[in-house]
Each structure stands twice: as C-alpha cells, then as structure tokens.
T-cell receptor, first 111, second 112 residues
C-alpha cells in the first residue's frame, strides 16, 4: 500500500530534551516536506526536500532541523524543544512538488 | 511570497444543502490550486485541483471554480452528506518554482 508513515504518533516531552520524529514514504517520491498545524493558523511548512541531500527552509524553520540521507526517509529533529513547538506535525511526500501525500500526523506536547 | 486567504473559517449546513468555500491568493503567477480534505485524526487528502488554464472542474458532487482576474477560487459541494464533515484547505503554488501555500482551513459541519 502506498503510504507515508510517521513515528511516533503521540509524544509528550519536556523542554530541552532532544527528539526526532521519523517519516518514511514507499512511493519513491523525490519531494518531501514537514508541516505544522496549529488552530487558526492552518498548515505551515517547516522544511522541504527536493531530493537526497537537498533541503531548504519553509515558512517556520526556527528550532527545527531535517536531514535527507535516503530518498524514502525525512526525519524532523527538535534539538531543544520549547513549549511553543507543541503542535500537530505532518510529513508529506510528492512526485512533483504539487500533489502532497500526507502522513497520519504526530501530536507533540512540550512541557 | 504567496498569501492565501480562506473564508469562512467555519460553515454549518443541513444535509442536502450546498456548501461553498472561497479562497483568494496574492501572487498572480500562481498556476496550481488544490483542495484538501482533513477528516478527524487524519492527514489532509487531495480531493480536487485546478490549473490556471481552466475555469472550472467538476468531480461528482464537488467542483472548483477559478477566477484568475480576481485571483480567487472556490470549492462547491452539492447535496452535502454527513461524511462531508471535515476541515477543508485550499492552497496555491507556482508549479516548479515554489512550494504550496495553504489557507487557514474551513471546518464544515453537515447536520443530518
């Protein structure tokens, strides 16, 4: 089944404790992105990647890191999480930078 | 950069009624306009899209219209059903040159 998977689905952590949210797609898509969704703000892009080893900042990159060492994986790293990073996070992949295939989401709470 | 405004933020209709959600965009160069549906607890899913060389596109009960001059596009859902209840997002992009910019979303509630 073609899909984007994210892990974990739910995460509670404390301020400053490094965490990684994994994302994997099995559709051989070149493009991958991370979004955060907040009430009243919609979907905002954090980072995107156009191919292996090629990443770029989206609209809200502060406090986040990404890497793209393999085509299928695009982890999101929060080196020192803060409460304002409490959010619902979505990974997405795309064959053409247009149609986005979203994962199921990761709900993060930073205390 | 692109800015997408979406209205209304919430919309309640009775089953069988029509629903219309409107979006405006700022960058006249944008040429691809998708609509996504997000059901509770799930990621957004593409339901319909339109390109700038087309004025209207229809797929069963849903349709999208585009007015390039006014820089706005709309989602039309006819004969709404309770399973249409979800959050709907519009987006705009200049294909090949930028990434999608999303509207803030519309929560549609269809009452039986």
């Amino acid at each position: 089944e073609a899909q984007v998977t994210q892990n974990p689905r739910y995460l509670i952590t404390v301020t400053g404790k490094k965490l990684t949210v994994t994302c994997s797609q099995n559709m051989n898509h070149e493009y991958m992105s991370w979004y955060r969704q907040d009430p009243g703000l919609g979907l905002r892009q954090i980072y995107y990647s156009m191919n292996v080893e090629v990443t770029d900042k989206g609209d809200v990159p502060e406090g986040y890191k990404v890497s793209r060492k393999e085509k299928r994986n695009f982890p999101l790293i929060l080196e020192s999480p803060s409460p304002n990073q409490t959010s619902l996070y979505f990974c997405a992949s795309s064959p053409d930078q247009e149609t986005q295939y979203f994962g199921p989401g990761t709900r993060l709470l930073v205390l | 950069g692109e800015n997408v405004e979406q209205h209304p933020s919430t919309l309640s209709v009775q089953e069988g009624d029509s629903a219309v959600i409107k979006c405006t965009y700022s960058d006249s160069a944008s040429n691809y306009f998708p609509w996504y549906k997000q059901e509770l607890g799930k990621g957004p899913q593409l339901i319909i899209d339109i390109r700038s060389n087309v004025g209207e596109k229809k797929d069963q009960r849903i349709a999208v219209t585009l007015n390039k001059t006014a820089k706005h596009f709309s989602l039309h859902i006819t004969e709404t059903q309770p399973e249409d209840s979800a959050v709907y997002f519009c987006a705009a992009v200049l294909s090949g040159y930028s990434t999608l910019t999303f509207g803030k979303g519309t929560m549609l509630l269809v009452s039986p």
